[in-house]
């Protein structure tokens, strides 16, 4: 925006100081004068169209500093915006990989005890299997003592 006054204010000056150089000098050919006299008035006319291209011009570079200032600032503030965000983006993603890695290792542990307890519940398991197994085995000699004596009678 400031760059289209600027813009504008420059292509104003182009006009006043074009036509006003034209019009000075079509209004001193065409008036009745003496050459010194039309060399004095132009003179005059150039020297006043000089003075207000030069006002106009430091006009133009006030605006033109006011708003490279301005636009310094706002630069200036996006930029500590950006860095806030990314550091939030930052803290965030760091939390969000903290509480993964709990989770995991909570996840790993649990895992763990679960089959420590499964293994352990399987010796026993098998143990006790095997108890019973022997005792089969004695159940089944003690049944087959009194048959095998009997056979061999």
Do not use: C, W
Not at 32 to 59: C, H, I, W
């Amino acid at each position: 925006m400031a760059n289209e006054t600027v813009s504008k204010n420059s292509g104003l000056l182009k006009g006043v100081l074009i036509g006003g150089v034209v019009g000075a000098a079509a209004a001193l050919l065409f008036a009745p004068k003496k050459g010194s006299e039309l060399r004095a008035d132009l003179a005059k006319k150039t020297s006043d169209a000089t003075d207000y291209a030069k006002r106009q011009a430091g006009v133009i570079a006030s605006q033109a500093k006011t708003t490279a200032e301005l636009a310094g600032k706002k630069a200036a503030e996006i930029t500590a915006k950006v860095q806030e965000l990314a550091s939030k983006a930052k803290t965030a993603a760091t939390e969000q990989t903290d509480a993964i890695k709990e989770t995991a290792v909570t996840a790993l542990t649990e895992t763990k005890e679960a089959a420590s307890s499964i293994k352990q519940h399987a010796q026993e398991a098998a143990a006790e299997s095997s108890e019973h197994l022997d005792n089969a085995k004695n159940e089944a000699k003690d049944n087959l003592s009194p048959i095998s004596a009997s056979v061999r009678e």
